[in-house]
């Protein structure tokens, strides 16, 4: 049986002008709890407009010696960023840190389950008229 717990996460997303650290730092420990993690195995990290940068993110793990980490790009559509910025780099990494497992899961993508948070989100506002 794999051990899934030897891998560390990376939500990457595109990044803001506006600073959503709080709100966001609360989503990401809600998830690490939802897959059985400790809060410093799942981290974000941003493309553009933010900080800690994907580059910073994969550094820290590398620097924790983790051997396993996997990037989940928090995208609706596989645009340039997902299917050319963060590619370029995990190869980087890879080629400087052949040791090191990194992997790129499919973006969020338009997942039937967003249809379900959609109406669910648009009721929410309806309801409060």
Do not use: W
């Not at 030897?6 to 690490?32: D, M, P, W």
């Not at 990494?93 to 090191?100: A, H, L, R, V």
């Not at 990194?102 to 959609?118: A, N, Q, R, S, V």
């Amino acid at each position: 049986m794999t051990e899934y717990n030897l891998e560390k996460i990376i939500i990457v997303l595109h990044g803001s002008l506006l600073n959503h650290t709080y709100e966001l730092e609360n989503f990401i420990k809600k998830l690490a709890t939802a897959l059985k993690r400790k809060p410093e195995d799942v981290k974000y990290a941003f493309l553009q407009f933010g900080s800690p940068s994907l580059e910073n993110s994969i550094s820290h793990y590398i620097k924790e010696n983790v051997k396993n980490i996997i990037v989940h790009p928090l995208f609706l559509l596989s645009g340039k960023h997902v299917n050319s910025h963060i590619p370029d780099i995990i190869k980087k990494f890879k080629q400087n840190y052949p040791d090191i497992n990194i992997t790129c899961t499919k973006p969020l993508g338009l997942h039937e389950k967003l249809i379900d948070i959609i109406i669910d989100i648009i009721k929410e506002r309806i309801e409060e008229r």
